[in-house]
Structures are given as C-alpha cells and as structure tokens.
Nanobody, 124 residues
Framework: QVQLVESGGGLVQAGASLRLSCAASGRIGRTTTVGWFRQVSGKEREFVASVTWSGGSTYYTDSVKGRFTLSKDNAENAVHLQMNSLEPDDTAVYYC?????????????????WGRGTQVTVSS
C-alpha cells in the first residue's frame, strides 16, 4: 500500500506561482512512479506530470512544459510540483497518484494509489 497526501493548493491570480506537494508513505519501491493529474468538474481527469522514484525521470504533458517543474525529495519522501506562470485554464483539483508498474504512463487507470486532491484556482 502507498498513501499520498497533497498540500499547497490555493487561489492565485494569473501569472502567479504555486507549489504543490505530495507526501508519500508506505511501500515505495524502485518501480514506483508518482504522477500529478488534474480534473475540472464534468471533465475527464487529465495527466499533468510524473516522476520515477528511482532515477527521478520526469514527463510532462505539453500544456505545462516550461511552466511546471516536478521534483522528488528522497529525504522527505515527497514530490513537489512547482507551477509558474499559472493561467486560468490551470484551474482544477490536482491529484497526486502513484503506480508500481515500472513504466511511464499518462493513463489514470494505471495509477493504483490516489490522494484526495487539492484545489487550485487561477483568476484572470
């Protein structure tokens, strides 16, 4: 089992920055990948970024490349999503998720473990 707890959401103006954190605990191993997804009410959950626990390789969806940076803190067992130049379209509930498949995937169904989510609202 892997437990995930998100923090750091909030309300900001367009152009501002936010840093989301995901604290991970439980059976985190070499094949673990932690990802961030976001979801707007009435829409499908959308992949944002992921990082492998072993090696720290990152992968981003095109819409956030150059604005979002995902990093891993081994000492804290945490993953941080630094979001810069935020846009109103970034408004969503952001979820931290994890799988232990040893692959890079953007499909929500592949991620077995999920946090409860944190709201990010960007005003124009």
């Amino acid at each position: 089992q892997v437990q995930l707890v998100e923090s750091g959401g909030g309300l900001v103006q367009a152009g501002a920055s936010l840093r989301l954190s995901c604290a991970a605990s439980g059976r985190i191993g070499r094949t673990t990948t932690v990802g961030w997804f976001r979801q707007v009410s009435g829409k499908e959950r959308e992949f944002v970024a992921s990082v492998t626990w072993s090696g720290g390789s990152t992968y981003y969806t095109d819409s956030v490349k150059g604005r979002f940076t995902l990093s891993k803190d081994n000492a804290e067992n945490a993953v941080h999503l630094q979001m810069n130049s935020l846009e109103p379209d970034d408004t969503a509930v952001y979820y931290c998720a994890a799988h232990q498949l040893g692959i890079t995937t953007t499909q929500p169904i592949r991620y077995r473990y999920w946090g409860r989510g944190t709201q990010v609202t960007v005003s124009s």
